[in-house]
């Protein structure tokens, strides 16, 4: 579904991606985890077109979208939600003004099925009902589950979710699992999900995705990840910071599946 190959971003003279290679197939929960800095946000807006890389390749079911006209590329984003960090609501609108607004952007509904498409998606959230409520009444869970509905009602393939679970208490961040996992279950939806919480990645992850020094130093099960030798791995999951690792030490164990 989602084809990386050698992809490379600078940003004033700094490489914060350095040949990056990633693979997500149809259907699957890749967790990506690195430390902040390390360029997992900045490969999220390169797949949806946020972020121009300045070479390589990424191919989103099929379509090499690098260098893509705006119009073409704007049919290849009507499949990609994107669950920012924050995923701030108008305060001014309603939760149900809140969601259609996004149907809006990408042409025009009969009132009818306007109205379906935001019921459906706040169903989907668990959220049935609230189209009149003001974000202000909302817990931050609440608001959560309503900025997901808003990328929801455009009945994505993809989901990429930067950060999900950041800035949440522990209650909140499990129920954020719960429904990424719903949404990938019922939706058969392709996700990637930047986290640098590891209960929610060993949780959620068919596979996990280690980001260092923009590349991919380790992809694997949650089970080989947990039991990765690569002392990079093994110093973040555990969240240790035992000094850096050098630069030889951690290319000795190269890239492990
Ligand atoms: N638009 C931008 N202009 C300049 N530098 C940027 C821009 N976006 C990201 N960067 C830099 O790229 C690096 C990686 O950023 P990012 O992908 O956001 O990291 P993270 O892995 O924490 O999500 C950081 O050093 C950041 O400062
Ligand atoms: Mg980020």
Do not use: W
């Not at 003279?13 to 430390?35: A, F």
């Not at 009444?137 to 997901?148: C, D, N, P, T, W």
């Amino acid at each position: 579904m989602i084809e990386i190959a050698n992809l490379y971003k600078t940003f004033d003279k700094v490489q914060v991606l350095n040949g990056l290679n990633l693979t997500v197939r149809d259907g699957e929960t890749k967790v990506i985890i690195g430390r902040s800095g390390a360029g997992k946000s900045v490969l999220l807006k390169s797949i949806v077109g946020i972020v121009a890389p300045d070479s390589g390749s990424i191919k989103v079911g099929g379509t090499e979208v690098v260098g893509l006209s705006e119009h073409a590329y704007n049919k290849v984003r009507k499949n990609i939600g994107l669950v920012f960090q924050g995923g701030a609501l108008f305060d001014s609108l309603n939760v149900g003004e809140n969601i259609g607004f996004v149907l809006d952007e990408f042409g025009r509904l009969l009132p009818e099925a306007r109205r379906e498409r935001v019921a459906h998606a706040l169903s989907l959230v668990g959220m049935k009902g609230i189209e009149e409520m003001m974000p202000s009444q909302l817990s931050g869970g609440m608001r959560k589950r309503v900025s997901l509905a808003r990328v929801l009602c455009m009945e994505p393939k993809i989901l990429l979710y930067d950060e999900p679970t950041s800035e949440v208490d522990p209650i909140t961040a499990d129920a954020i699992n719960s429904l990424m996992m719903e949404m990938h279950d019922k939706l058969k939806v392709t996700s990637i999900v930047v986290t640098h919480d590891m209960t929610t990645a060993f949780k959620i992850a068919d596979s996990v995705a280690m980001f260092y020094h923009g590349q991919v130093i380790a992809d694997g099960t949650p089970d080989e990840i947990r039991n990765s030798r690569h002392p990079v791995v093994q110093q973040f999951i555990n969240g240790r910071a035992v000094g850096p690792v050098t630069e030889d030490e951690s290319m000795k164990f190269g890239h492990v599946r």
